[in-house]
């Protein structure tokens, strides 16, 4: 397994370039759309209900990285939430803090999720390049050469998650 990821970022602030916290799951993915099950459905709804960002999927690119405030996720246990990113190709969600079931969902669908305090107040621009590694957490902004705030490196199981694709692959690779 690879240990660090390097990509574009999109960092979710408001008009006047503060972070946006408490994003919750209906914001995230409306529950209007909770009928969809298609993966490749889902993408083009993320961000539908948080408004400046309903175009985010016309925007986004596969691998991109999005870097979220305090509390992302928060409410519902709704897995659209997350899969909405997934089918959209994001590689990685980094955030101060997350809703403890949205943070574990997403996880146990093998995305790769990180807590790294202030980072969203950090010096990070939408569209810059960066590297998380993911053994010591340290993130390295590419375009600005600068280090931002380390996140919690992920845990074995974290990996163990990832390397098999999502929990219910693992857990039948374990029978």
Known sequence: MKNKIKGSVWVIRDTDGNPINDIDTDMIFH???LAITELSEMAKYAFGNLDNWKDFPQKVQNGDILIVGENF?????????VDCFIALGIQTIVGESFGAIYF???????????????????DIKTGDEIEINLDSGKIFDITQNIELPSAKPLTDVQRQIMSAGELLKLAQKMR
């Open 104 to 122: 574990r969902n997403t996880v146990n669908a093998g995305l790769p999720i990180f807590i790294a305090p202030k980072i969203a107040d950090s």
């Open 31 to 33: 529950n209007k759309h």
């Open 73 to 81: 996720g928060a409410g519902s246990s709704r897995q659209q939430a």
